[in-house]
């Protein structure tokens, strides 16, 4: 069975904080990963999609990297307005066009 | 630019009653159409997607059905609530392009039977 697996569930961080979020997938073939991010009550806005090991992908304070078993968002000095929900999904070959979503981390940065 | 509304943006409704929630898409033709659900403490779940008028799969069993009356208008729909229907419904529409195959997201109805 497909499985996408986000960690931490939670993370604080201080304004300036640099870290990283991690999104581990089981997948029968993989046909892309996509991140977004949702705030409370909101739709997800999407962010980013990654097609293939070694990809990168930039914007903003936001960098996705890909592997062939998970992929990492990186947050470089975040600040306050970063805070949110972020969801990571996969794309495979056996669901079609189907997005299998993880459960998300939600990052809290303060000032 | 692609444009995507859903409404109500939030419903209260009691068990039993019947349910029509509403998504549109402006600035596309012939778009691949999705229902997703976010429960509490769950993942995005994937209910119902179509790929043209009249068109429609269903991923999971449950008592929601969706239909697709017109190629922009995506309905999902309930003849009784249950409890367990509570949740935040997401409307996504497909955009291909070269290289790129991505999913946009409405901005959601919330829905909570009691």
């Known amino acids: 069975e497909d499985q996408v697996t986000q960690s931490p569930e939670a993370l604080r961080l201080q304004e300036g904080e640099s870290s990283s979020l991690n999104c581990s997938y089981t997948?029968?073939?993989?046909?892309?990963l996509f991140w977004y991010r949702q705030d409370p009550g909101k739709g997800p806005e999407f962010l980013f999609t990654?097609?293939?090991a070694g990809e990168e992908k930039e914007k903003e304070r936001l960098k996705a990297t890909l592997t062939k078993k998970e992929s990492f968002l990186h947050i470089t000095a975040p600040k306050p307005e970063d805070s949110a929900t972020y969801l990571c999904a996969v794309q495979t070959i056996q669901a079609g066009t189907a997005l299998i979503f993880g459960k998300g981390t939600t990052l809290s940065v303060s000032s | 630019s692609q444009t995507i509304h859903q409404w109500p943006a939030t419903l209260v409704q009691p068990v039993g009653s019947p349910l029509s929630l509403e998504c549109t898409v402006e600035g596309t033709s012939n778009p691949n159409l999705y229902w997703y659900r976010q429960a509490a403490g769950r993942g995005l779940q994937l209910l119902f997607y179509?790929?043209?008028?009249?068109?429609i799969s269903s991923e999971v069993p449950q008592n929601l059905s969706a239909s697709r009356p017109q190629d922009r208008q995506f309905i999902l729909s309930s003849k009784k609530l249950l409890l367990s229907d509570s949740g935040f419904y997401l409307c996504?529409?497909?955009?291909?392009?070269?290289?790129?195959?991505?999913?946009?997201f409405g901005p959601g109805t919330r829905l909570t039977v009691l």
């Open positions: 997948v029968s073939g993989l046909r892309g």
């Open positions: 996504a529409w497909r955009a291909l392009g070269q290289g790129t195959d991505t999913q946009y």
């Open positions: 179509s790929v043209g008028i009249g068109q």
């Open positions: 990654l097609y293939s």
